[in-house]
Structure formats: structure tokens, C-alpha cells
């Protein structure tokens, strides 16, 4: 809901699109702060999404990235603004967001030697140069190393999860849902291609009850797995999917990587 160009609200009784009404009613449906502020537009949009199949894994351009890539791609990135977004659950809602602490990642690190040959150089420390490599090569590898790796993830005993074995629960479902190439099932798991099957996650996996709530700023990676929510959101609709989405929308992964 809301008067943005893309599915622009109606007014029920004469079906004239929201935009339209605001155009010609701006003082007194905005008020003169809203109007030197936004410009004129209601600034927000409201979304009720009841979330059944995941929804892509994706994050929302920054303000800088999304002008540049407005006005090279206006096609694809329709509006020059940033969309950090506020979802309000109304009932349980599972979502991974963020990365978890690189110091976390580094300590699986430490503690698994075969990880350490992906990090650029021996003493290199998980920082956020060498997340984003690795995050890189887990959106790229072929196929068939995706699917190998989602097998032996299935494979490995609930015990050796520790405090991941929501990892079990939640992996078949999607790999139900998308399918088993699907390289996103490897960037919510930290997984590199050619290394024994990781036992942890990369992202922060959340539970959320209802009227409980979540921010999702600008550039933060986010993936909503289920439940239904009211979103507010800052008025654009640029996206950067990566996973749990056709191929054909799998796009930017460069930007993907290095937005955040
Ligand atoms: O309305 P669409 O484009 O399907 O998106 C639905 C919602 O998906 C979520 O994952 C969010 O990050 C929102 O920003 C978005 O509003």
C-alpha cells in the first residue's frame, strides 16, 4: 500500500490511483514538513506479507548505490532510494538476517583447519574483506557442488550441530521449496566448496513471536522463511536477490557482496 508507481494503491470507491490523490491534495493529506522533506510523496510503503514459501534471500541497496544503479538501470532499480524496512511479526516469524559476528566466524575458523586454505593468506583473520570473499565463492560454485554439499549437510548427525540444529530442520524445507542447486541454502550455512560440511550457520538465524519486530537496514543481507508480518518500508523497491529465486533473478552477486 502506498502511492509508489510500482502496484500503486486505488481509492475503493473510484478506483483513481493513490499517487494521483496525493498529487492533488498534498497540503492537507501530507503537511508542509512531509512535503520539504519527501518531495511531495508519501515516503513510506505498507506491506502485509503472509509468507508461506521463502522469500528471496536479498538485501536493499544503500542510498548511493541505488542512485548510481538508478541511473544506469532505471529498468531495473525504478527509484534512487535506499529501502531500510521495519517488519512487525503477527504471529511466529522465521528469518535469517545479518551476518553473525565475524569474531564467531573467526573462531570456526581457528577450530577448523581445513577452513583456513579459503582465507586469503594463513594469518589472514575473518574480517569483512574475507567474509565477503567467502560469501562469493558460495554463491558461485557449480551445481553440482552445491547439491553434493546440501546431501552431506543432510547426512551429518543432528549432535554435531550444536547450538545449529535448526540448520536440519530448516534445510530440507527449502531445498523443498527452491531446489537442491539452489546456492542460498549455502550462504545462510557457511559452506566452501571442497571442504568437509560446515556445522554452523553464517547468518543470523531469528525466531520471532508475535508483535515482536525486526529492522532490516540498508545493504543488510535478509532472507523471511515464514510467517505474516506487516512491513514498513522507506519508499523504493530495489532489490538485490541472490538465492531462493529463479535463476534468471539470481543477479549481482558482485554487488551483493560487496554492498554490505
Ligand atoms: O513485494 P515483494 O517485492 O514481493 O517483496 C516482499 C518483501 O520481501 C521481503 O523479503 C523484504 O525484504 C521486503 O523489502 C519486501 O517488501
Known sequence: MGDYPVLPAKSLKSGVELHKIVDENKEQLLGQKCIEKFGGVIPFLLKILSIAKALPLQLHPNKDLASKLHKENPKQFTYDNHKPEIAIAWGHFEVFAGWMPTSEIQALFDSLPPLQKFLPNKQAKCDNETLR??????????????????????????????????VLDILPRLQDQYSIEDPANLVVLLYVPGTPPPLFSTMNFLTLPASSAIHVPADCPHAYLSGTIAERIARSNNVLNTGFCPRASRTNISLFTSAH
Not at 562469493?136 to 549432535?159: A, G, N, V, W
Open 133 to 166: 570473499s567467502v560469501v562469493e565463492t558460495k554463491l558461485k560454485p557449480s551445481d553440482e557442488s552445491i547439491k553434493e554439499c546440501q546431501r552431506e549437510l543432510r547426512e551429518i548427525p543432528r549432535e554435531n550441530y550444536g547450538k545449529h540444529t535448526y
